[in-house]
């Protein structure tokens, strides 16, 4: 296994309880991650846009879909157009399992998209497979130059 990259994970997430579910999901992994938070689709893309982010970009984007203002559609379409923010997996978890909203989140390039679970101990595990397959098994781009 590669050792999982260091880079942060940032959450567009609005709801509190969901991103405590992620932290825990997070410390149950033994990852050790550090979270960056946006509750609106405008932050994440402030935080993406901010030159520091631009060196120290997150491993990882996790979007909910249904948020205030810019949702996490709109979000993901502006990240995949950006052309400085190439590689960085954007990962999907949503209420919504409607296939409309699921076939647009790929066309848009998302990496994979989740449906969040109702009970709370299912969606931990969720989340726990969630970051130890994209955090503890997959090769980030920072990391391939080092495998060569």
């Known amino acids: 296994m590669t050792a999982p990259s260091a880079a942060p994970v940032l959450v567009l997430e609005d709801s509190d309880e969901d991103f405590d579910t992620l932290v825990e999901a ?3 992994t033994n990852l050790h991650r550090e979270f960056q938070r946006a509750t609106t689709g405008d932050e994440c893309l402030a935080r993406l846009q901010a030159k520091q982010a631009k060196c ?3 491993g990882i984007i996790m979007l909910d879909l ?4 810019m949702d996490g559609r709109e979000t993901l379409a502006v990240i995949r157009s950006d052309n400085e923010l190439p590689g960085i997996p954007v990962v999907v978890l949503s209420t919504s399992a409607n296939p ?5 989140c790929y066309a848009n390039g998302a990496s994979a998209y989740h449906v969040k679970r109702v009970r ?3 969606h931990l595990q969720l989340l726990r497979d969630i970051l130890s397959y994209w955090r503890g098994h997959v090769v980030p781009p920072e990391a391939a130059e080092s495998l060569a």
């Not at 249904?66 to 203002?69: A, D, E, F, R």
């Not at 409309?100 to 647009?104: F, L, W």
């Open 120 to 122: 709370y101990e299912q």
């Open 56 to 58: 120290l970009g997150p």
């Open 66 to 69: 249904n948020t205030s203002g």
């Open 100 to 104: 409309r909203d699921v076939s647009y």
């Open 26 to 28: 997070g410390r149950h």
